[in-house]
């Protein structure tokens, strides 16, 4: 029996992989494709997610695709609006009737004899098997565990008699109103599960073992709305976005450079936001740099108004143990709890945690490394979507959409089957894949490729250095190899 095949098989349905098909098609017309999705329904992050007060932890001016404009009043979205626009975006694309859900890739081998895929996958309730064959693999899965987030061992957490629960696992019948909860974390989910909580619950604590910096920016951007009452949307679009892209390009520099300023600058406001009873040193001010992890952000300040009005509070301690009836501090503090909620962070998994080989060799991706931060050494015929930790995650997938598109279309026109990036650069030095302090990046980070300290194997966090290559560079740069295949 003959294997389907397709030019280009686009892997995740969510943000970025109806982003990269709607570069696919309407960039490269001719060529095939289909989108499998390893759930039964579009949008990734923003369908899986359902914990209360899900939203953007950065501006949809950005977030949203350089494709499509955001029409929406807020700027700061939740997560169903985000949704909402995802299958806006797949449906006037035409991009519906290529996606095929319950399809998960279990192992894709490229064979240099055929110059494609050869892929397998599990499909429906059965895990049933099936093989495809591809051209070129556009991984799309984003970089974390979709069936868990990581929880941490807590001693005697059996002993609890109300409910533990992770917000990746957010079940509907959670009921929180007039309840104690615990949220244990700092990082964007528990900030953003604390205001949100708090409106409805007896009194939300959030728990950390030490403070993240976290900054308020009004949920409405009146430049945008301003922008669109007097231009066509999407010029008010493009120079919104462009002004957001700038601003924070300009936050993230200047926290580098003037560190302490920086720090200082974010815990004054902090302190004006949340009043004087919050003790804002012990809370609000991290031990490390600006940047050195993702700066968290709250909408219209509602973190701070929740503290100032009582609803919430902040606790800085390390738990000695789970209570039948709470959680007990080293401190011998023990806050008592209906309900804990483990926003403790995400586990972290490559490529959606699909087996990679090449020729029948597995690639172990701590042992190659990343080119132009969207294509890994020595493996042909593949892209990946991996996005900013300090900007927007699509401001990079639009612009690998961009890239792999020109790629192909070049490959096209001089007959090429085959790209394969290619270490040749003797002075090259390996680094992690990424500068950041962060426990999830830091649990995981052999999981991911490492990088170069030169170009083109250096991951820039700089949008408009990223827009000037993948856009501007030449595609023929001296390390991509290309073949007509085997007998070439």
């Known amino acids: 029996m003959s294997i389907e095949h397709i030019d ?15 570069h696919v098609k309407k ?12 759930r039964n329904t579009l949008g990734g992050t923003w369908d899986l997610f359902r914990y209360p007060g899900i939203r953007s932890d950065s501006d949809m001016y950005t977030l949203g695709y350089a494709f499509r404009p955001w029409t929406e009043k807020k700027s700061i979205a939740d997560g169903d609006t985000i949704l909402q626009y995802i299958t806006d975006t797949s449906r006037d ?52 565990n979709y069936e868990q987030g990581y929880t941490p061992d807590f001693a005697g957490a059996e002993r609890f008699t109300g409910r533990i629960v ?32 708090a409106a409805t619950a ?68 902090v302190r004006k936001s949340v009043g ?49 009836t709470g959680i007990r501090l080293k401190s011998g503090q023990e806050l008592e709890a209906d309900l804990i909620v483990t926003a403790t962070g995400l586990d972290l998994l490559a490529l959606g945690g699909m087996e990679l080989l090449v020729d029948g060799k597995a690639v172990v991706m701590k042992k190659t490394m990343s080119y132009k931060g969207m294509m890994l050494a020595g ?43 290619t270490l040749n650069d003797a002075r090259l030095k390996e680094e992690s894949w990424i500068d950041f302090t962060s426990g999830y990046i830091q649990r995981s980070i052999d999981k991911f490729p490492t990088q170069g ?17 993948l856009r501007f560079g030449p595609v023929q740069d001296g390390t991509m190899v290309f073949s007509k295949g085997s007998a070439s």
Request: glycine share 8%.
């Open 8 to 22: 280009i098989l686009i892997v995740g349905a969510g943000l970025s992989g109806i982003g990269a098909a709607a």
């Open 27 to 38: 960039n490269c017309p001719g060529r095939s494709f289909a989108i499998l999705e390893a």
């Open 93 to 144: 694309h035409g991009l519906d009737g290529h996606i095929r859900y319950g399809h998960r890739i279990k192992r894709a081998d490229w064979s240099s004899t055929d110059t494609r895929w050869n892929i397998e996958i599990e499909t429906g309730a059965q895990r049933e098997r099936m093989q495809l064959s591809c051209n070129f693999l556009y991984v799309c899965t984003g970089y974390y």
């Open 166 to 197: 992770h917000p990746q696992q957010w079940a509907g019948d959670i009921d929180y109103a007039g309840k104690r909860v615990v949220v244990i974390g700092s990082g964007a989910t528990a900030v953003t599960l604390v205001p949100t909580m």
């Open 202 to 269: 007896a009194h939300v604590t959030m728990l950390q073992r030490s403070p993240t910096y976290v900054v308020s920016r009004p949920s409405e951007d009146r430049l945008a709305d301003w922008l669109r009452r007097h231009l066509p949307s999407g010029l008010a679009y493009g120079l919104t976005r462009w002004k957001n892209v700038l601003l924070g390009m300009l936050f993230y520099r200047l926290s580098k450079r003037r560190p302490d300023r920086i720090k200082q600058m974010i815990v004054d406001g």
């Open 276 to 324: 004087p009873d919050c003790d804002v040193d012990k809370h609000f001010t991290p031990s490390y740099k600006p940047w050195d992890q993702r700066v968290c952000l709250v909408p219209d300040a509602d973190l701070f108004k929740a503290i100032r009005q009582g609803r919430a509070s902040v606790v800085t301690d390390h738990i000695d143990t789970f209570t039948e």
């Open 379 to 421: 493996v042909p015929n593949m892209f990946y979507v991996t996005g900013y930790t300090n900007a927007s995650w699509t401001l990079k997938a639009d612009l690998v959409g961009d890239y792999a598109c020109r790629l192909l279309n070049t490959m096209a026109r001089k007959g090429w089957k085959q790209c394969t990036p």
């Open 453 to 469: 300290n030169r170009k083109p194997w250096r991951l820039h966090q700089n949008y408009v250095l990223d827009l000037l290559t």
